[in-house]
């Protein structure tokens, strides 16, 4: 059975940084595809960042790309959102999900919710 | 730029069948956009529903089905049920390790 479970989230000042870590269980995470999406209070869905099996090939929707960096740790199984000049938008709860080829969600965590606010 | 559409709300009886959709402002879905459904209850993360058009999800009840019809992405609830009522959600590939959620359709079930 696939796990994720996020963490790193918190209140943060515009223009601050945060991590997000997302530990992985029940997949190898070396091949697997991975992908974050966010949710701000009250609104939809966003697809934010995705990285894919092997070849380390990473994405990026454009309200997050040169700020928001996506990477993984093969041995310690988990995936990261470095999220940099961050602003009041980006506010939200954000999940990791494991992706599937085409598909850039098939399992999902819980999520973990990110302020940014003075 | 291309946005997914989806209806903002639906409503459906009890026992009743609806078909929620997903489309592009520009151009027709097809198998190659990769459509997936997830249902989202207030509070919970998303749930996958169908993935890559119509391949059902482990533990989902055959009254989902995905399906393409005319340009765009189906998702079809069969007998609804009360606690079907939720936000639902597609998210299609869109070129070059992109990809696009739909604004979501909040389905009620009266």
């Known amino acids: 059975e696939v796990q994720l479970l996020e963490s790193g989230g918190g209140l943060v000042q515009p223009g601050g940084s945060l991590r997000l870590s997302c530990a992985a269980s029940?997949?190898?995470?070396?091949?697997?595809?991975m992908t974050w999406v966010r949710q701000a209070p009250g609104k939809g869905l966003e697809w934010v960042s995705s990285i894919s099996s092997s070849s380390d090939n990473t994405y990026y929707a454009d309200s997050v790309k040169g700020r928001f960096t996506i990477s993984r740790d093969h041995s310690e199984s988990t995936l990261y959102l470095q999220m940099n000049s961050l602003r009041a938008e980006d506010t939200a709860v954000y999940y990791c999900?494991?992706?599937?080829?085409?598909?850039?969600?098939?399992?999902w965590g819980q999520g973990t919710l990110v302020t940014v606010s003075s | 730029q291309t946005v997914v559409t989806q209806e903002p709300s639906f409503s459906v009886s009890p026992g009743g069948t609806v078909t929620l959709t997903c489309g592009l402002t520009s151009g027709s879905v097809s198998h190659s956009h990769y459509p997936s459904w997830y249902q989202q209850a207030p509070g919970q993360p998303p749930r996958t529903l169908i993935s890559a058009t119509n391949s059902r999800s482990s533990g989902v009840s055959n009254r989902f089905s995905g399906s393409i019809l005319g340009n765009k992405a189906a998702l079809t609830i069969t007998g609804a049920q009360a606690d079907d009522e939720s936000d639902y959600y597609c998210l299609l590939y869109t070129s070059s390790g992109i990809w696009m959620f739909g604004g979501g359709t909040k389905l009620t079930v009266l």
């Open positions: 029940g997949l190898t995470l070396s091949t697997s595809g």
């Open positions: 999900a494991k992706r599937a080829g085409g598909v850039a969600a098939i399992e």
